[in-house]
């Protein structure tokens, strides 16, 4: 998979050289490139804002950069490959989940177009609908200053999803939301920590009691702090949790 970000804070996107996601860029497995909007630019001043036609507080992000940039990326598009697909950070964007992790984890190349200020302006949005597939996604109802926050999120999300990116793929299965229910509880030695024991049926090599304990913690945990996925869940509306890449 390859990966675009473009954004006027590159440095924001540090992060992604580290760890899993750092390992597979080196291993091959995830080609991902951070662009700085500023280098679209051709005045002096390198600038990418302006005030808001209808007056307002703060500034909106000049069109021209962001389509001399999107441009290029759609460039670099090798032939037949699919349409890339943006991804526009929002607070009114379409809500990432994990089911949203596992669609986009099957896409050829995504572009990520990292807001700041107030955003970027409308007709980028409309003018890239003829170049990508368009998805303005929200992280998550509150606002952050810009989107580099929400990339870096999605992006682990989605990469760690790719072959070869987590060294056991089993444990992508019993994880939160994978298959519409919290996780269960874990826990490693000592068995007993500050007159704390670790439950039983853990220790027991019961492996069908495990089993169904850790269904009813799943049960349990979500009932208790998410009962709205178990609306979800008892609708039988899973997300996509079978599939293998
Ligand atoms: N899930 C999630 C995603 C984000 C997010 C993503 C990208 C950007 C780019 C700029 N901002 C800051 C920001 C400040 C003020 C407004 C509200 N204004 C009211 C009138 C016009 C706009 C919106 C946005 C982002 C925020 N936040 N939360």
């Known amino acids: 998979m390859r990966i675009d970000v473009v954004s006027i804070f590159p440095e924001y996107l540090a992060p992604l050289e580290l760890s899993l996601i750092g390992k597979a860029r080196q291993d091959g497995l995830l080609d991902l490139h951070v662009h700085d909007l500023r280098d679209f630019t051709t005045d002096k001043h390198r600038s990418v804002d302006d005030t808001p036609y209808g007056g307002g507080a703060g500034m909106v992000m000049k069109a021209e950069p962001w389509a001399q940039a999107l441009a290029s990326l759609t460039e670099a598009r090798r032939d037949g490959v699919a349409r890339p697909v943006l991804i526009v950070p929002s607070p009114a ?59 870096l999120a999605m992006v682990e999300a989605i990469g760690r999803l790719l072959p070869g990116v987590v060294g056991n793929p089993d444990s992508l299965v019993e994880e939160s939301h994978s298959d519409g229910l919290l996780e269960y509880p874990v826990y490693t030695k000592p068995a007993s920590w500050r007159e704390r024991d670790v439950p039983a ?43 293998t890449f």
């Open 201 to 243: 049926v853990l220790l027991s090599g019961n492996h069908g009691k495990i089993a169904q304990w850790r269904r009813h913690e799943q049960y349990r945990r979500t009932a208790e702090r998410r009962p709205d996925l178990l609306e979800t869940f008892d609708a039988g509306k899973l997300p996509r949790a079978d599939r």
């Open 93 to 151: 964007g379409e809500r990432f989940t994990q089911a949203l992790a596992y669609e986009l984890a099957e896409e050829d190349q995504l572009v990520f177009a990292c807001g700041r200020y107030e955003g970027i302006d409308e007709r980028v949005i409309e003018w890239a609908e003829d170049h990508f597939t368009v998805r303005p996604m929200s992280l998550g109802d509150y606002v952050l200053n810009g989107g580099e926050v929400a990339v």
